[in-house]
């Protein structure tokens, strides 16, 4: 019975068929340990804590670049293996921001988020110490545009929790970082909604910022909406999650920073956040009764950072109508369960393998290395709300696939004109 169960749990992609008897076994128990969770809030927030905390531990250390694997596509490219570490700070501060924002408490959660936050602090000090053994790269390649743009993103998240708490002289070597990149061009995708992010935060503190860097990436992407949702990743449309990875979730935090200081109109931003809204509603219907989703397009690598956009409209409390917090909990959670049980999504150390559901280094983009994995962390946001929020306490309910092919009523779906 146990066996059955869990091979149903695994029946998308072939899975049960491709790994073996050892790997089955261990998967099992894993699975079986699923269900000591009281409930998803806490396997949600355990399970960020083991994909964050050996990047952020490690720095906290001095010990990121001796101890982080570097695993890294067969095809990749000229770019300095450097940028990795950047990546994986980027990326996973953006993703744990919104919970280690949260107040302190006793809880055991509250004990975990606590250190976690505190070596986050910790851990920032030191990468940017030109003595540091971690000192993070920003001046070699076109890499370190991405991530400066998620760490400024962090910021934005948790200015008490991450930016307040640094000490002055670390603040002043992460303004001199961000504003060094202003000697590179991001590429005419949506790389330059890096580049308007990243002055949006400085702007979001009182610093100078590049007028022209900080308004050409909303411009331009508002010149690229296709509609229903659906931005060009430049002046073409790219069927893949990069509305999610970036555009949307970067869209509406700049465009937010710049209604703030009057340099958008109020309602340019309710524009940006309807089309997010549409797009999250096509990613809540994208998730299978089974709780898997399409392996398309480039980055799949990212796992589940491909649900950005629904975690953080799921944040804000800005779900439609038509869409109950707890479908999206369920949905995301049954996602998560499904693809981080499996074997080979960790080493040894918890530290993440290329793949998108296992380890499967063959299909990493030539961009792709260790540090890049942690996008996944940003399908976590909705722990940046409190455990007695309606999103948590709700009771369980099936998401909008399962309702449909399972014979119930559901809501029907309808474009949008924004």
């Not at 940028?83 to 107040?103: N, S």
């Not at 898997?292 to 409209?313: C, H, N, W």
């Amino acid at each position: 019975m146990r066996r059955r169960k869990f091979i149903e749990a695994l029946s998308f992609a072939g899975i049960a068929g491709a790994v073996k008897p050892s790997q089955l076994l261990a998967a099992e128990q894993h699975a079986e340990s699923l269900s000591l969770y009281k409930n998803d809030r806490q396997y949600w927030y355990e399970l960020l804590h083991k994909i964050a905390n050996p990047v952020v531990s490690n720095l906290a250390k001095g010990t990121l670049k001796k101890n982080m694997p570097l695993e890294k596509s067969a095809t990749f490219d000229s770019r300095s293996l450097s940028v990795t570490y950047l990546e994986a700070v980027g990326r996973t501060y953006a993703g744990i921001a919104p919970w280690i924002a949260l107040p302190n408490d006793n809880s055991r959660e509250g004990i975990m988020r606590k250190g976690l936050k505190e070596d986050a602090i910790t851990g920032l000090n030191k990468c940017f110490d030109p003595a540091g053994a971690d000192l993070l790269n920003f001046s070699k390649d076109y890499q370190p545009i991405v991530d400066s743009a998620y760490l400024a993103q962090a910021f934005l998240r948790a200015p008490v929790a991450l930016w307040q708490p640094l000490d002055s002289l670390t603040k002043q070597r992460i303004i001199a970082s961000f504003k060094s990149l202003r000697n590179r061009k991001p590429f005419n995708s949506n790389w330059l909604l890096f580049g308007s992010i990243t002055e949006a935060f400085l702007l979001s503190i009182g610093e100078e910022y590049d007028n022209g860097r900080l308004m050409h990436g909303v411009k331009s992407l508002n010149d690229w909406y296709k509609g229903d949702g659906w931005y060009g990743d430049g002046p073409n449309l790219a069927f893949d999650y990069y509305n999610s990875f970036v555009i949307h979730p970067m869209m509406v935090d700049t465009l937010r920073v710049l209604v703030d200081h009057k340099l958008e109109e109020e309602k340019t931003y309710d524009v940006a956040l309807i089309r997010m809204q549409r797009y999250a509603v096509g990613q809540e219907r994208m998730i299978s009764p089974e709780g898997t989703y399409p392996p398309i397009g480039r980055s799949i690598t990212y796992r589940t950072g491909a649900f950005q956009a629904l975690s953080q409209v799921a944040l804000m409390e800005k779900l439609p109508e038509t869409i109950a917090p707890a479908q999206v909990r369920c949905a995301l959670t049954k996602v998560k369960k499904n693809m981080y049980s499996v074997p080979g999504t960790f080493d040894k150390n918890n530290w993440l393998k290329l793949g998108f559901c296992g380890h499967q280094p063959e299909i990493a983009d030539y961009y792709t290395s260790t540090g890049s994995l942690y996008m996944a962390t940003l399908s976590f946001l909705p722990l940046g709300l409190p455990a007695t929020n309606l999103f948590w306490t709700q009771e369980p309910v099936d998401w909008t696939a399962k309702k449909a092919w399972s014979g119930q009523s559901f809501q029907k779906d309808y474009h949008v004109d924004y």
